[in-house]
């Protein structure tokens, strides 16, 4: 079996602790790249994406329709989005999946806006 990275080897112990106390609640996905933050609020027992937001959609882009990249003020954006969209569709508890990246800058800005709007974890 090969290595696993340092990476790896934190979202593995992050979503293994994340089943031991979801109670069946859905699950905030999120993804951050060097230019853009996705989130997603998946249903693993139905195994469907219920809401999804990120910094590619038309209406986060910029002048010029060129996307604005992700900065901190970008991913508050993309939190709030995610939170309208899944309490749209039913949702209002989640437990937060930061994958394996750490929970500061972007990561955690986009999880403090998604309380605001309305999402409990």
């Known amino acids: ?7 790896d080897r934190r979202r593995q112990r992050v979503r293994t602790s994340l089943r031991k106390r979801a109670a069946e609640r859905p699950r905030l996905s ?12 998946i249903d693993d027992a139905g195994r469907r994406t219920v809401a999804s937001a990120s910094t590619l959609e ?12 992700a900065t901190v003020t970008s991913a508050q ?30 990561v955690k800005a986009l999880a403090d806006a998604a309380r605001e709007g309305g999402l409990e974890f």
């Open 77 to 106: 954006e993309v939190g709030k989005r995610i939170a309208e969209r899944a309490r749209a569709a039913g949702v209002t508890k989640v437990v937060f999946d930061r994958g394996g990246f750490l929970f500061h800058g972007r």
């Open 30 to 41: 999120v993804h951050r790249s060097g230019r853009h933050i996705y989130a997603q609020v």
């Open 58 to 69: 038309k209406d986060a882009r910029g002048e010029g329709g060129r996307a604005t990249g």
């Open 1 to 7: 079996m090969a290595k696993l990275s340092l990476f």
